[in-house]
């Protein structure tokens, strides 16, 4: 669940809250918590491979509310993916001092979309393989990268060091709210009801220790990144801040390591996204709540068409 996000807004939220910017994962952990408290307790009732789709059916029952805000949910995830796909064509192209203005950034997050599609049609055992052994060496991957970064900076922040200039609040709010999509994908594990062992109680613990273990990962990273970087130079760096971040205190070997992070990164969210879609809207699907003549299956719909 490690998200890809921060690789792609920890310059945007930086722009908006500053200097107070690693704060604002403490703010979006804090935000995710509470959302994350009701997923948990609709997951125990009704565990399913619907995931939000079967909470919305639970609620409002099978009808136009229930298919119009499960396709909202798609189309928002969808819209992730490719701001994710996005984040992995720019960072992979700084192996190559190649800007992400170059037109090879969309061909490269198109061609990550359809690697994606073929893992997600090669059946959910290899699918679980891949993505647990990959989430897994980019957690330690990163966590090695904030703290060789924080040692070789004598675990500097600016914030505590030195004064903080004055902040619109209203921006270290947005920041927080940007800095939620980091912690976005907690949503896809309840799409996992269907095979997960007892889960009335693992979807709720998986999602505490998952958000429990992004919470300090992100805020080390961050510091990690202001101790690096200075606030302008994390702004003019926004679309790969922590492959810019790598260059001064690691060199060009740790540039490529946190490059393969942001790919491995990338990759796993990008799987995991499609997965929970595909989940939702054939249990949709399944229940004529969406559109499905072109699958072959007769009868009106009962939802939004």
Known sequence: MFGAAIFAVLGQVAELAGPLFPLSYVGGAVIAAFSA????????????????????????????????????????????????????????????????????VPVLGVGLLIFTFLVNISGNRFIQTFTSIVSLIKIIGIALFALVALKVSNFYFDVVAGSVPDQAATGFIASMALSLLSFKGFTTITNNGSEIVNPHKNIGRAIIISISILSVLYLFLSWAVTSSLSIPEIIAARDYSLAEAARPTLGVYGLWFTVGIAILATITVCIGSVFAVSRMTAMLTDMRLIPHSHLGMKGPSKGIC
């Open 37 to 104: 408290y009701r997923y948990i307790k609709m997951a125990n009732l009704y565990p399913s491979a619907g995931g939000i789709g079967m909470f919305f059916v639970k609620i409002y029952g099978k009808g136009t509310i229930t298919a119009s805000a499960s396709l909202l949910m798609a189309f928002s995830m969808i819209m992730a993916q490719s701001l994710v796909a996005r984040t992995f064509g720019t960072y992979t192209l700084q192996l190559f001092d190649v800007g992400p203005g170059s037109s090879l």
